[in-house]
Nanobody
Framework: QVQLVERGGGLVQAGGSLRLSCAASGRTSNNDVMGWFRQAPGKDREFVAAIPWRGGSTPYADSVKGRFTISRDNAKNTVYLQMNSLKPEDTAVYYC????????????????????WGQGTQVTVSS
């Protein structure tokens, strides 16, 4: 089992910034991939960004590319999502998730690929 705890959500004005963190514990592995997803009211959960603990490919959703940055601190078992130039359409519950891919280095965007999820943190961007 892997436990994930997100922190850092809140209310911010459009154009502002927030940094989310996700602390992983339990049976983590250096082969795991950590992902950020979000879900707005009435919409499906969607991929935001992902990063392997080993480093390598860090894909982003087109809607956040150039504004959001995912990073990791292996020593702290923590993944971050720096969100700049926030827009009202970024309003959602943001979830951290963990995947242990069968193919080493594969970084999934599919929500169903991820096995463990945090409880989510609300991000609200006012216009």
């Amino acid at each position: 089992q892997v436990q994930l705890v997100e922190r850092g959500g809140g209310l911010v004005q459009a154009g502002g910034s927030l940094r989310l963190s996700c602390a992983a514990s339990g049976r983590t592995s250096n082969n795991d991939v950590m992902g950020w997803f979000r879900q707005a009211p009435g919409k499906d959960r969607e991929f935001v960004a992902a990063i392997p603990w080993r480093g390598g490919s860090t894909p982003y959703a087109d809607s956040v590319k150039g504004r959001f940055t995912i990073s990791r601190d292996n020593a702290k078992n923590t993944v971050y999502l720096q969100m700049n130039s926030l827009k009202p359409e970024d309003t959602a519950v943001y979830y951290c998730a963990s995947d242990r891919p069968r193919t080493l280095g594969f970084v999934a965007r599919d929500v169903y690929a991820y096995d463990y999820w945090g409880q989510g943190t609300q991000v609200t961007v006012s216009s």
